[in-house]
């Protein structure tokens, strides 16, 4: 069975970090690039930053520049999303989603070309 699991979310106060996984089971993630996505209460659901099968990151969100990284171990079928200086917008339900890539340094251009997609870990910044 295919499955993309998060974790890693939490409450955390501003200016704190949070690294979340996304471990995927029923497949492997070497030739996937892997995407994640938040969605805040009331608010659509946007692009964060993926990475591709081949190991480059595209950034989705400008606002995260420079605080949020991206990073994959295929060892461990596992994608993390590393997130410092965290701000309350950032507060967001997190999901990861992985689009066959086949080893390329492409990542899709928007959510609809993702083939797998995880239920999502919530992030919560608050003081």
């Known amino acids: 069975q295919v499955q993309l699991v998060e974790s890693g979310g939490g409450l955390v106060q501003p200016g704190g970090s949070l690294r979340l996984s996304c471990a995927a089971s029923?497949?492997?993630?070497?030739?996937?690039?892997i995407g994640w996505f938040r969605q805040a209460p009331g608010r659509e659901r946007e692009g964060v930053l993926c990475?591709?099968?081949?190991?480059?990151?595209?950034y989705y969100l400008d606002s995260v520049k420079g605080r949020f990284t991206i990073s994959r171990d295929n060892a461990k079928n596992t994608v993390y999303l590393q997130m410092n200086s965290l701000k309350p917008e950032d507060t967001a339900v997190y999901y990861c989603?992985?689009?066959?890539?086949?080893?390329?340094?492409?990542?899709?251009?928007?959510?609809?070309?993702?083939?797998?997609w995880g239920q999502g870990t919530q992030v919560a910044v608050s003081s």
């Open positions: 989603a992985a689009d066959y890539s086949g080893g390329s340094y492409y990542c899709p251009i928007g959510p609809g070309e993702y083939d797998y």
């Open positions: 029923g497949f492997t993630l070497d030739y996937y690039s």
């Open positions: 990475i591709s099968s081949g190991g480059g990151s595209t």
